[in-house]
């Protein structure tokens, strides 16, 4: 079957450093895909990886390990705008133009001062 | 013109009305997608479209008819649906590419009554 998991909830402090873990069981792979989601907002692209690896954008970092089925969000120097929930989705095929995206069901962290 | 714009943004409707959600893209993408989000479940996919032809329907309940003019546009027909179908509805559109990644527009919430 596919399976996503990554934490319900996180909380953590302005400034700080704070890791979101996802682990995937899915019958395909074909790339990792790191969405933001504020609250009445549309999903918006964080990051991609499809190959074993750390990517940096910016405050932003994600790594994939796909022998251990495992991926990571980290978000540095934390803001109050990074409020959000994060959905980490796998891309189970990739036929042409479409994409077949299955997402977890997403990580809500809250921000504090 | 945002990426992805849907409308209407909320839909209030009765189990025995015929409504329609509207999508349309400015981004010149070729494939369409319509996923449904439900309060803590992962967003579901519920079809796609590739140059007007549907590529995928998730076992989606025919009272959901899709419809897809152009590639542009994406409409839901909505038919004798049920309260259990309330939830956030997201169009997406993508192209090929190395990434190929997801735009999403902001959703239609819709309530069943």
């Known amino acids: 079957g596919q399976n996503i998991d990554q934490p319900t909830e996180m909380t953590a402090t302005e400034g700080a450093i704070v890791q979101i873990n996802c682990t995937y069981q899915?019958?395909?792979?074909?790339?990792l895909f790191w969405y933001q989601q504020h609250a009445g907002e549309a999903p918006t692209f964080l990051s991609y990886?499809?190959?074993?690896g750390l990517e940096e954008k910016g405050r932003f970092s994600s790594f994939l390990s796909r022998s251990k089925g495992y991926s990571y969000l980290l978000l540095k120097e934390l803001q109050m705008k990074d409020s959000a929930s994060y959905l980490c989705?796998?891309?189970?095929?990739?036929?042409?133009?479409?994409?077949?995206?299955?997402f977890g069901t997403g990580t809500l962290l809250a921000v504090q001062p | 013109e945002t990426g992805v714009t849907q409308t209407p943004r909320h839909l209030v409707m009765g189990m025995t009305n015929k409504k329609s959600l509207k999508c349309e893209q400015h981004?010149?993408?070729?494939?369409m997608y319509w996923y449904k989000q439900s309060a803590k479940k992962p967003l579901e996919l519920m079809f796609v479209?590739?140059?007007?032809?549907?590529?995928e329907n998730n076992s989606v309940p025919s009272r959901f008819s899709p419809e897809c003019p152009n590639s542009s546009h994406l409409f839901l027909h909505l038919h004798t649906l049920q309260p259990e179908d309330s939830a956030l509805y997201l169009c997406?559109?993508?192209?090929?590419?190395?990434?190929?990644?997801?735009?999403f527009g902001e959703g239609s919430r819709l309530t069943v009554l």
């Open positions: 989705a796998v891309r189970d095929q990739y036929g042409g133009a479409t994409n077949k995206l299955i």
């Open positions: 981004l010149g993408h070729n494939a």
């Open positions: 990886n499809v190959l074993d």
């Open positions: 479209y590739n140059f007007k032809e549907q590529t």
């Open positions: 997406a559109s993508s192209q090929g590419g190395s990434t190929g990644e997801l735009f």
């Open positions: 899915t019958s395909g792979f074909n790339g």
